[in-house]
């Protein structure tokens, strides 16, 4: 089973900020907090990830709460381009044999 | 970010009839490479771990016999469909890692319609 948890759909107007929470209230220590997206039929595509500081790089940032049990990420203005389902992963760093589970993912649509 | 490719995109085969899938990590090499499948309105689900040199791990109620995977070398990865049947249509997709944390970086996915 997946270890987030997230709002199945989400609604965000053109040009405002998209906040997407997740919870991962059973993350370990070694567990960093990953975030991809889907748009309809294509791979997912890596955004953004971190440990417990937040984030932020050219397409998202990432917040994430000081018990690491839960993370926000964050578009700052969101464009119909965005229109995708988003995935919140957590993963253990660096080993190569921990798989990605991924959840149901929330399905952002951007509104004009 | 790295790249990871799959050929082809797309796939229409006949039942019974195998068809071959390739993951390609571009500008990286990757010593494990993940398959995915994904079926209509739904998540993706693993497949299988695909090993560098070595067998592939596959999840439980994945047939190892239907879905063989070869890792020869360091940047490809193929999945092979044997025997396939309307039920295998599907959007398959591979994943590489890279870097320390081997943050997975995924392919574009190939659409396999059986009839």
């Known amino acids: 089973d997946a270890k987030t948890t997230q709002p199945p759909s989400m609604d965000c107007a053109e040009g405002r900020a998209a906040n997407l929470p997740c919870n991962h209230s059973?993350?370990?220590?070694?567990?960093?907090v990953y975030w991809y997206r889907q748009i309809h039929s294509q791979g997912p595509q890596y955004i953004i990830h971190g440990l417990k500081n937040n984030e932020t790089n050219e397409m998202a940032s990432l917040i994430i709460t000081e018990d690491r049990k839960s993370s926000t990420l964050i578009l700052p203005h969101a464009t119909l381009r965005d229109t995708a389902v988003y995935y919140c992963?957590?993963?253990?760093?660096?080993?190569?044999?921990?798989?990605?589970?991924f959840g149901k993912g929330t399905r952002l649509h951007i509104l004009p | 970010g790295a790249v990871v490719s799959q050929h082809p995109s797309w796939v229409i085969c006949k039942s019974g009839t195998s068809v071959k899938i390739e993951c390609r990590s571009l500008d990286f090499q990757a010593t494990t490479m993940f398959w995915y499948r994904q079926f209509p309105k739904q998540s993706l689900m693993l497949m299988a771990t695909?090993?560098?040199?070595?067998?592939?791990?596959?999840e439980q109620g994945v047939e190892k016999d239907k879905f063989l995977i070869n890792h020869a070398s360091l940047t490809l990865s193929t999945l092979t469909v044997t025997s396939a049947h309307p039920e295998d249509s599907s959007f398959y997709i591979c994943?590489?890692?890279?870097?320390?944390?081997?943050?997975?970086?995924f392919g574009p996915g190939t659409r396999l319609t059986v009839l």
């Open positions: 992963i957590v993963r253990a760093r660096g080993n190569r044999d921990d798989k990605i589970i």
């Open positions: 695909s090993n560098e040199g070595s067998k592939a791990t596959y």
């Open positions: 059973t993350i370990s220590g070694n567990e960093y």
């Open positions: 994943s590489a890692g890279v870097g320390r944390l081997d943050t997975q970086y």
